[in-house]
Nanobody, 116 residues
């Protein structure tokens, strides 16, 4: 069973940066896209950033210019560089990898808290 393991979350002050990582426990062939979602208390889970197999990226408007999604296929890993963090970025962040069949692999989530 393939597992996705996130790391890099934590408590950070507003304006600071964090880098999240999500590594698959083994190589997954035919991945169509890799993405980061987040869920704040009392809110629905939202898509934050996605990168396709072709390298196309998309971001939710609220993080454009501040967050960058990237990948290292040799390490089966996807990253989320988060700069200029704001309190409203506080959430549990989840990574997801979608197979071309439509099957989705999800990580267990990592907490990001932005507070002074």
């Amino acid at each position: 069973q393939v597992q996705l393991v996130e790391s890099g979350g934590g408590l950070v002050q507003p304006g600071k940066s964090l880098r999240l990582s999500c590594a698959a426990s083994e190589s997954i062939h035919n991945i169509y896209s890799k993405a980061w979602y987040r869920q704040a208390p009392g809110k629905y889970r939202e898509l934050v950033a996605v990168i396709t197999s072709g390298g196309t990226t998309n971001y939710v408007d609220s993080v454009k210019g501040r967050f960058t999604i990237s990948r290292d296929n040799s390490k089966h890993t996807v990253y989320l560089q988060m700069n200029s963090l704001k309190p409203e970025d506080t959430a549990v962040y989840y990574c997801m990898m979608r197979h071309m069949s439509g099957y989705e692999y999800w990580g267990q989530g990592t907490q990001v808290t932005v507070s002074s």
